[in-house]
């Protein structure tokens, strides 16, 4: 074997692979015709390389006007092996034979002359030319010795091999970046719509003489890489100045680059390679590094020089022009600290478009995605995606959120059509399980089995005709879906010949393109389209009923506004059948819906309700809150059961999701770390709070904030930014947006006056007794808190006619319970008259009755379904009578106090029950 000190390691390598070919062959002694496979059958080697460059050169200047492809290589390259004489048994190992010890010689030789220190590659790749067997059968593949020693001097670009790993280097800018450019002539991007103000301003500052040097800043998801593609597509078309034409435009991944760099020096080595190849270019050469961030401390290790040092120079020269994109977020982090590399860089900001900019880029996008997932995806689909994502996905920035959701929602089409649908599915499945039951049935002799056996045949003919036209509808919608995308790849690849061809001149392919193959392929697809109308309105008239669905396509072709909300649900967890719901729809009604779960609180339901009404009409700030209310009356009255109601109907529909803040746990100053985070440093730093990621994980939500007049002073001092901007920074610097929550304050201020008020009061008392309320609420808030509510609520107490509602309300709970074992419940007059008499306290409002519901009537229904005293099928009735036990001889005069009487009866012939507890007629049987 040869010293290896005198190799690079991957020359070294190769050598290692001829040996093993030789063996693996049969041969005792390796040939240059074994190098030759070691060299050319590496799909990621020089070799390949090689025959890749003068493949692409074809018809090119200096390469002779060959072709050659490197399978025609390795297939001679084998067969030429494959001929020798093989030895049996095979050899251990393999030798280097004289024949390759020359090349290896010649190789030496070629390295010296050409002042290298060490033997690479391309050096045994013209090397094996020496020996005649291996020129020979490389010339019969159409690779000369001219051609491959052409292809290997460009492949080097001149460098001189100094290091064991010199290959690495070959060509860096291929290797760790892609050519824009030459993947927009390709089509491989997407078109860019708009952003033609930050182009222009690229451009502007890649044409300075000094510091021409951009750098994207923005959020994640507003497209800076976009515009980056948009200046690409422009090179590509001419549309830029005589100093940026013909230049080649290529991304620099700076992962690449540092990725398998073990040792010191070697990251460095590979930088500088892609640096000289920059300056050798003279200007032809931008690249572009997304995070440029990363660049600072790139490969930087003890002693080491980080990449964004080794380019300053060349920055600030003008040899280099760079591309820069990152987040603001990034850029105040890294580039800012470092002065020196951030003076060499020019910064465009690139915001967040606007839902119209968003909507008009969703159409440009729209071919793409179609031709994509095979699906049509309608107009109206695309606006919802721009107007729901910018309303329920907050954390997120337009147009990325709203691209991803067209995405999905064609992905999710596109699985559906590719899946049978739930109809065609069940059927199948009821009549695979009547297959079962009559094969079973087939085993049977006796009348009865023969009968139902029959029974089950004439069922499975009768489902078998309903799922013929259901399949038929199916595979046809199908075949339109299939041959709709095939037509619009088709149009796709048309079109990108075309501007190809216009730009190379060849205006004859760019005519019969432009005016012949895509005019009759875009009259095909509207063939095709018009004809799916017809046929889903003349389903929808019923002209073909048998099997028209509400669906009309059973292959959901179609992308419509539904299913981007079906996409949003999933991401936010708010119901979809809430997101489909028009505003209008879901809250003309709110008002009614609360107040059949708050008894006795018509007035605050309204008063809430109505500045609701103003916030999503949009005639509200659009800054804060949705609302913001303080909540004023004694303890049970509903200013919680309030707070949950419009949870329920607002957003979720689960009460247990809304963010509920206890604030007499923050009755300290330092407790506002609790809400926002501790600051760094101190203990807990690197959780969030409690409050804004709650409201960063859910941003459409209630914030309850429960007796809020036991909190700190600075506690309400940190809320007046929320209730004023809707927002709210946390400890990380995180920006949590509040604009989309309902923020509810409750607190018993003043509530001893209330306590006498109710609905049925005169409102001169009624008045009075709020100006008693605000003169307290007054003296412990600031005003600058209590102006920027929305609302300040009173609640009412409660009545015995409110307290007889809510009675009914809270036994509806338990009747619904007991409906599910059959079992009936009524609560007659008499007995709420007993609950409330032994249970009514104004002071505690509706709790005490709840609670004596429970611990009472619950309890006693309990102990009698055990006991086995009521069974399925029965009715108790819950009444109050006179309590004998405890009769007053010595006050006849005095009330006699009641007591609860349960009594039972079973349900009349024919009736059952309904989900609500009450009877009902039993449904008649279902005959087979």
């Given amino acids: 074997m040869t010293d290896n000190r005198t190799m690079t390691d991957a020359s070294t390598k190769a050598l290692e692979q001829t040996l093993t070919i030789a063996r693996d062959n049969g041969h005792a002694v390796a040939d240059p015709i074994h190098l030759a496979s070691a060299l050319f059958n590496d799909d990621d080697g020089i070799g390949s390389r090689v025959v890749a460059k003068v493949d692409a050169a074809e018809g090119g200047a200096g390469m002779d006007q060959h072709t050659v492809d490197v399978r025609q290589v390795r297939q001679a390259i084998q067969r030429a092996i494959l001929k020798k004489p093989t030895q049996s048994p095979p050899p251990h190992e393999a030798t280097i034979g004289s024949g390759l010890q020359k090349v290896i010689q010649r190789a030496m030789s070629a390295a010296k002359a050409n002042g290298d220190t ?65 993947a927009a002539d390709e089509g491989k991007l997407d078109p860019v719509i708009g952003r033609d103000e930050e182009i222009r301003r690229i451009i502007q500052i890649l044409c300075r003489r000094t510091k021409n040097n951009p750098c994207l800043v923005g959020e994640p998801g507003v497209g800076k890489t976009a515009v980056v593609e948009g200046l690409a597509k422009r090179i590509l078309d001419g549309d830029v100045p005589l100093t940026l034409k013909d230049v080649a435009l290529r991304t620099l991944d700076m992962g690449a680059l540092v990725a398998g760099a073990k040792y010191r020096g070697e990251f460095e080595e590979r930088l500088r390679a892609v640096l000289d190849e920059c300056k050798k270019a003279e200007g032809k050469i931008i690249l572009f590094v997304d995070e440029c961030h990363l660049i600072l401390g790139a490969g930087k290790s003890d002693g080491a020089m980080d990449a964004a040092n080794l380019m300053k120079p060349m920055l600030a020269r003008g040899e280099l022009r760079m591309i820069g994109a990152t987040t603001l977020e990034e850029y105040r982090q890294h580039i800012e600290k470092d002065a020196a590399f ?56 337009l147009p990325d959120k709203a691209i991803d959701l067209i995405d999905e929602a064609a992905s999710t089409r596109r699985v559906q059509l590719d899946s049978r649908p739930e109809m065609i599915d069940v059927l199948e499945r009821k009549i695979m399980q009547l297959e079962i039951e009559a094969a079973a049935l087939a085993r049977e002799k006796d009348k009865a089995s023969k009968k139902r056996r029959e029974e089950v045949q004439a069922d499975i003919s009768n489902l078998r005709e309903d799922l013929e ?76 009923d048998d099997v028209s669905l509400d669906n009309n396509s059973l292959a959901l072709e179609v992308v419509l506004p539904m299913h981007i909300t079906e996409i949003i649900s999933r991401w936010t967890g708010i119901p979809a059948n809430k997101l489909s719901q028009t505003e209008r729809e879901r809250l003309l009604h709110l008002g009614d819906r609360l107040k059949e779960r708050v008894v006795g609180q018509d007035d605050a339901v309204s008063n809430v309700t109505d500045c609701i009404l103003r916030s999503k009409a949009g005639l509200a700030r659009p800054s804060q809150p949705d609302g913001s209310f303080l909540f004023l009356g004694p303890t049970g009255v509903g ?64 914030v309850l904030f429960d007796e809020v007049e036991k909190a700190h002073k600075k506690v309400l001092t940190l809320l007046l930014q929320v209730l004023d901007e809707g927002r709210l920074t946390d400890n990380k610097g995180r920006t949590v947006d509040f604009t989309n929550t309902v923020i509810i304050l409750t607190s018993n201020l003043g509530a001893n006056f209330l306590l006498n008020c109710d609905e049925a009061s005169p409102a001169h008392s009624r008045e009075v007794a709020r100006e008693q309320v605000m003169v307290s609420v007054r003296s412990h808030f600031s005003p600058e808190f209590l102006n920027r509510l929305s609302g300040i609520i009173m609640f009412n107490s409660l009545g015995a006619a409110q307290l007889e509602k809510i009675c009914h309300k809270a036994m509806s709970g338990v009747k619904k319970r007991l409906a599910k074992q059959e079992i009936r419940v009524v609560l007659e007059k008499s007995g709420v008259e007993t609950i409330l008499d032994a249970s009514y306290d104004r002071n505690f409002g509706a709790r005490p009755v709840e609670r004596y519901l429970e611990q009472t009537v619950v309890t006693k229904l309990s102990k009698m379904i055990i006991g086995g005293e009521i069974e399925a099928g029965v009715t108790v009735f819950i009444d109050g009578v006179i309590d004998e ?44």
């Fill in 118 to 182: 060490l033997v690479a590659l391309d050096h045994l790749i013209v090397a094996v030319y020496d020996d005649k067997l291996t020129k020979d059968t490389l010339e019969v593949a159409g690779l000369t010795k001219k051609l491959a020693a052409k292809a290997t001097e460009e492949i080097r670009g001149g460098r001189k091999v100094t290091s064991t790993s010199a290959e690495e280097n070959y060509e860096a800018l291929e290797k760790y970046g892609m050519d824009l450019v030459k």
């Fill in 342 to 397: 951030e003076r060499r860089f020019q910064k465009i900001v690139v915001n967040e478009p606007s839902v119209e900019a968003t909507i008009s880029i969703l159409r440009g996008l729209t071919d793409r995605y179609e031709a994509h997932h095979g699906v049509r995806i309608s107009d109206a689909a695309i606006i919802a995606a721009a107007q729901l994502s910018d309303r329920y996905i907050t954390d997120r920035f």
């Fill in 469 to 544: 036209p259901l399949m038929e509808k199916w595979e046809s919608d199908r075949g339109r879906a299939e041959e709709l995308k095939n037509a619009k790849e088709k149009l796709a690849g048309f079109e990108a010949k075309a501007a190809a061809a216009e730009r190379i001149g060849d205006y004859e392919k760019a005519a019969d393109l432009k005016y012949g193959a895509i005019p009759d392929l875009k009259s095909h697809i509207a063939k095709i389209a018009k004809e799916e109308e017809e046929r889903k309105a003349a389903e929808a008239e019923g002209i073909d």
């Fill in 639 to 702: 200013k919680t059961e309030l707070a949950k109601a419009l949870f329920s109907e607002l957003y979720d529909g689960d009460e247990r999701h809304i963010v509920r803040i206890d604030m007499s746990e923050y009755t300290e100053e330092h407790s506002t770390a609790r809400l926002i985070g501790a600051p760094p440093g101190y203990i807990g730093h690197d959780q969030g709070g409690q409050l804004t990621e709650a409201v960063r994980r859910k941003p459409y939500t209630v």
């Fill in 885 to 928: 036990d405890s009769f007053d001889f010595v006050e006849p005069e005095k009330k006699r106090p009641k007591a609860l009487h349960y009594r039972v009866e079973k349900f009349p012939a024919g009736m059952t029950l309904n989900d609500d507890g009450e009877l009902m007629a039993e449904p008649a049987p279902i005959i087979d």
